[in-house]
């Protein structure tokens, strides 16, 4: 065996003990050479399911080219994956946020089983992006994760089209302003091929909140999936992983207090989801300190937005990358000083690989912070008599203003959906779902489908809507999600019944009712849960609050 200063991986590969595990490697087909090197998990979160990952089994291999020009060994795994798009408004959108903890725990399983000395993970579909950062922070390892690009647009009648305009085509249709032929094309032009929806929404929101926290390199994750420098930008992560095994430079490097609040800075600035609220503690929760829903409020305050980006905008995540990018957005931030400059695995600062940016003349996806799209930020927390731990309003579309109207309450999100469709919503209402959060669904559904219903029938912030649920990125209107503690818990959201007037004030970030509480809840009979079984039943007892980001870990709250 080649002598090599310790590693990880020599629990599995060195003295004569470990002779059947090197037996094993041999029938793999691993050499003597490949296994004296630092061996990194390659782990892909691949699948025919969805267009957001259909390709990156195929970018798994200029990744493994990267890693063997560097001198490390790649060892494959894969993991899974929901689609957060062919999921919604169903039953199986109650596995997607679980699906988060699955992939986090499957990483650490096959890392820590194998003693492997590093890993790079490939990640599309919403909720990998997130896992593999949680997943990284746990095991503080040396690692970076790899975004596979968003979708090229999808073009019909001379505009650009993305899954947002499908789902609002749904509410169009069901008002009778769409006829079947018209859904239908839109259907079938809206997602030509490979890559993540195409907007500011949950994957496109979290890769940049990655490569803001420096745990994915700057820029990698900005081409399209479709785009030649994709395979480039593949190879170039394999080497980068490759040298930070070497180094054993490990995650916790860069997941740090300074560098979560840059990614919740960036979040803000792009009117990016409000999945990143639940997402950004998670991941803070797996390297040790918290992370408070607060600071998203902190920040709106202050920071505004500065791109022009869908749902509540104009372009789509291709646009950003023509126009310059995460880079050139990052920089317009930290020259207003609204950044904190931080190491990523690149080896470079943050500030220094912001430095780069090359803006394309005359683009308009991205303005300044003196010259704002919008004077604050996208996302604010509110709290009140309906939500004690806070909920998550995305400001960014129509959330500006207070909001005041009748409750029609719906115990779930199939009975909103119908009375949306059956024209039962009116300007004016507040719409109240609720048993859809974290152990209540169980799963906290996305209500993207309720959303683009009421947006399709001309309803967008005419209508508020809150639930203690979670809304998809592609989701806008006055909508406030995460509302806690959930109805399932004991919240007071499911306490309101159809006909109280909801008071939601922006200004003083609260949301009440004249409401005898304490009567109320005396008469109040529980719901039973919602039983389902197997990991979803598992999951409904071990998840935290929404307000702590709904970890199956115990939540870090100081």
């Known amino acids: 065996m080649t002598d090599t200063s310790s590693k990880r991986s020599d629990a599995i590969t060195k003295g004569p003990a470990k002779a059947p595990a090197r037996a094993m490697l041999r029938g ?3 050499s003597d050479e490949q296994m004296a090197q630092p061996m990194v998990a390659v782990v892909n979160t691949w699948s ?4 957001c990952n259909m390709h990156l089994a195929d970018l798994a291999e200029p990744i493994r080219e990267g890693l063997r020009e560097n001198g490390a060994t790649p060892v494959d795994f894969n993991t899974i994956v929901v689609s957060d798009g062919i999921t919604m408004g169903g039953e199986g959108m109650r596995a997607s946020l679980i699906s988060r903890e699955i992939i ?12 492997l000395d590093a890993a790079i993970i490939l990640v599309g579909c919403d909720k990998t992006i997130p896992a593999a950062a949680m997943a990284l922070a746990r095991l503080d390892i040396p690692g970076l994760v790899f975004y596979g690009g968003t979708i090229m647009p999808g073009h019909m009648d001379g505009r650009d089209l993305s899954i947002q305009d499908v789902f609002e085509a749904v509410g169009a249709h069901a008002k009778g302003d769409m006829s079947d032929a018209e859904l239908d094309k839109v259907e079938r032009a809206a997602c030509p091929g490979a890559g993540a929806c ?13 490569a803001m926290m420096g745990i994915s390199p700057m820029g990698s994750g900005d081409p399209p999936a479709t785009d030649s420098a994709k395979r480039v930008e593949a190879a170039r992560c394999g080497r980068l992983a490759a040298k930070l095994a070497h180094e054993g430079t490990s995650a916790r490097t860069f997941l740090t207090p300074a560098s979560i609040r840059n990614a919740a800075t960036a979040v803000v600035a792009s009117g990016g989801s409000t999945n990143a609220v639940l997402h950004l503690p998670a991941i803070a929760a797996e390297a040790g300190f918290a992370f408070p829903i607060e600071t998203f409020d902190e920040l709106s305050r202050t920071v505004p937005v500065i791109t022009d980006l869908k ?3 104009r372009f789509l995540a291709r646009d950003l990358y023509a126009a310059g990018g995460v880079p050139l957005f990052g920089k317009r931030l930290a020259d207003a000083g609204m950044l904190e400059d931080t190491p990523t695995v690149t080896g470079d600062s943050l500030f220094t690989e912001l430095a780069r940016a090359e803006e394309t003349p005359g683009q308009q996806v991205v303005k300044s912070p003196a010259d704002p799209v919008k004077a604050t930020g996208g996302l604010s927390i509110l709290y009140g008599d309906v939500a004690p731990e806070g909920a998550v309003l995305k400001t960014a579309g129509y959330g500006s203003k207070s909001f005041e109207g009748p409750a029609k309450v719906f115990e779930g ?6 009375a949306v469709n059956a024209n039962e919503i009116k300007a ?4 109240i779902i609720r048993y859809e959060g974290p152990s209540g669904g169980p799963g906290m559904r996305e209500m993207l489908a309720v959303t683009a219903a009421i947006a399709g029938q001309g309803l967008a912030g005419q209508v508020a809507l809150i639930t203690d649920g979670r809304f998809s990125g592609a989701s806008h209107g006055f909508v406030i999600g995460h509302c806690s503690p959930e109805a399932a818990k004991g919240g007071p959201i499911g306490l309101v019944e159809t006909g109280d007037i909801i008071r939601i004030d922006t200004q003083k970030r609260r949301i009440d009712a004249d409401i005898d509480w304490e009567a109320r809840r005396a008469a109040h009979t529980p719901r039973e849960p919602n039983r389902m079984g197997g990991v979803f039943d598992k999951y409904a007892r071990l998840v935290s609050s929404a307000a702590y980001g709904a970890t199956t870990i115990p939540p870090v709250t100081e």
């Open 311 to 313: 749902p509540g905008g």
């Open 413 to 418: 999100e199939e009975a909103c959906f119908a």
């Open 428 to 431: 004016g209402d507040v719409v």
């Open 104 to 115: 986090a725990d499957s990483i650490e399983l096959a890392v820590k089983g194998h003693s």
């Open 198 to 210: 195409g907007g500011q929404f949950t994957a496109n929101t979290m890769a940049m909140a990655l």
């Open 28 to 30: 793999a087909g691993y």
């Open 48 to 51: 025919t399911v969805t267009p």
